[in-house]
């Protein structure tokens, strides 16, 4: 079977860049400063990174989408568990790499940070399409970039009722919104790539659980002041997929 580099799994390409971007920031060894040259040392490593491990990732996984998700998950029952994929042939140069930086300590331990990142990935790309309805168009409240937007609970609703119990926030606040960027590459490929993105609302949901985010990060400004989110801010701000032009 002739392998298909079709317009859409450019698509999760860059869904899977962002999974693996999020996961290299939780680490402090590449580029750990907060000046632009360890900002653009970041992008390029994950850029490298990506582009090593992609073309030796199964083609179900690479091709993941909602409208796929049955077939793919037909295959791979327990696709979302991080024991289903044996990934033996991936590239020696992107273990290599994050265990020459310090990423990750052996080869093992390298396959399993693929593994993490490739079960989010999944997830994402086989996530529904977004609302429609919902589109919004002004700055994302991370990344600042002009695409259409979702709203991120600053108090997040699974913890409600814990949040009133506790006296945490008052009833009124519970409702507070932040709008983060909905998705980053669907404007650029329109119809072919229906998948959710939330690049900016998934970090925000990484760095911290629901608990955490109601207790101490319940406002935008809190969020910026963390310098995981700092980083992947200015990470974000500078991929150009989804961003309108002229
Ligand atoms: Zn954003
Ligand atoms: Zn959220």
Redesign the pocket.
Known sequence: MRSSTSISSTCQFYLFKDCLARRILQYQTVGGGADDASDSALDDFVTYLTTEAWPTLPSILKEATYEGRDSLYQSIPDVESEDALSLDSTSAAFIESLVSYGIVSDDNEALRFLRKALVEYVVQACAPPPVWSLTRTKECEICQREVPLTY??LI?KSVHAKVLKKGWHPESMLNSVAWLCRYSIVLLIADLCPALFRPC?SV??QVASCEDLARNLYTVELLLEREDIQRWQKYAAKQRYGVRRG
Do not use: A, E, K
């Open positions: 991120h609970h997040p609302h925000v949901h």
